[in-house]
């Protein structure tokens, strides 16, 4: 599985941001729709679970630190993941990962078989 993240950039604090996730090819098991989520990580602190999906996208979650101004979706018949991202704040820089696995709990349990290569997120105060 290959995963593209794309989308970031410099904001103000308050504004939105969307990023995105490619995703292509299939996993060890063969499927080719699958969990996928977001991790976060800035300079100096421990990579932290952002949004999390299903294969079928029905189902989301979050972490507490964005639930209410953050928003995961998935297109599977594009094959992309989004990550609307809202009310943005300085304590939301960091690099954003794009991550994917058969399992949904892999992906929220930050045990993801499937890493992007990140995008950077920067919100100015």
């Known amino acids: 599985v290959q995963l593209q993240a794309s989308g970031g950039g410099l904001v103000q604090a308050g504004d939105s941001l969307r990023v995105s996730c490619a995703a292509s090819?299939?996993?060890?098991?063969?499927?080719?729709?699958?969990?996928m989520g977001w991790f976060r990580q800035a300079p100096g602190k421990e990579r932290e679970f952002v949004a999390g999906?299903?294969?079928?996208?029905?189902?989301?979650y979050y972490s507490d630190s964005v639930k209410g101004r953050f928003t995961i979706s998935k297109d599977n018949a594009k094959n992309m993941v989004y990550l609307q991202m809202n009310s943005l704040k300085p304590e939301d820089t960091a690099v954003y990962y794009c991550?994917?696995?058969?399992?949904?709990?892999?992906?929220?349990?930050?045990?993801?078989?499937?890493w992007g290569q990140g995008t950077q997120v920067t919100v100015s105060s």
């Open positions: 999906t299903t294969r079928s996208g029905n189902t989301t």
């Open positions: 991550v994917a696995d058969d399992n949904t709990g892999a992906v929220v349990r930050n045990r993801a078989r499937y």
């Open positions: 090819g299939r996993t060890s098991s063969g499927n080719s729709v699958y969990a």
